[in-house]
């Protein structure tokens, strides 16, 4: 059974930084791009960032450039997203996602997903 489940999402102030994670069952997780994604209240969901399946290449939207980082460890099947002065209309639930495609920059590169976690920025 394949699982994503994110955590780490909870209220912070604007400027702040939280760590998000995801951890993944159920596939082989070092086969795959992992991706982070987010979805503002009334917004479509958004791409934030991806990483390759060794972590050597990652791609990032330009508004979290040089704020936020993707890494993972494949040892421990997880994902994270650093996130750093954060932005109150950053305020979303981040899900992270798992592909085939090479950087996954859209939802339909990828193929399985977790069920999100929480982000509030308080402006």
């Known amino acids: 059974q394949v699982q994503l489940v994110e955590s780490g999402g909870r209220m912070v102030q604007a400027g702040g930084s939280l760590r998000l994670s995801c951890a993944a069952s159920?596939?082989?997780?070092?086969?795959?791009?992992m991706g982070w994604f987010r979805q503002a209240p009334g917004k479509e969901r958004e791409f934030v960032a991806s990483?390759?399946?060794?972590?050597?290449?990652?791609y990032y939207d330009d508004s979290v450039k040089g704020r936020f980082t993707i890494s993972r460890d494949n040892a421990k099947n997880t994902v994270y997203l650093q996130m750093n002065s954060l932005e109150p209309e950053e305020t979303a639930v981040y899900y992270c996602a798992a592909g085939m495609i090479y950087y996954g920059l859209v939802q339909t590169d990828y193929k399985y997903w977790g069920q999100g976690t929480q982000v509030i920025v308080s402006s």
């Open positions: 159920g596939f082989p997780f070092s086969h795959y791009v």
């Open positions: 990483i390759s399946q060794s972590g050597g290449q990652t």
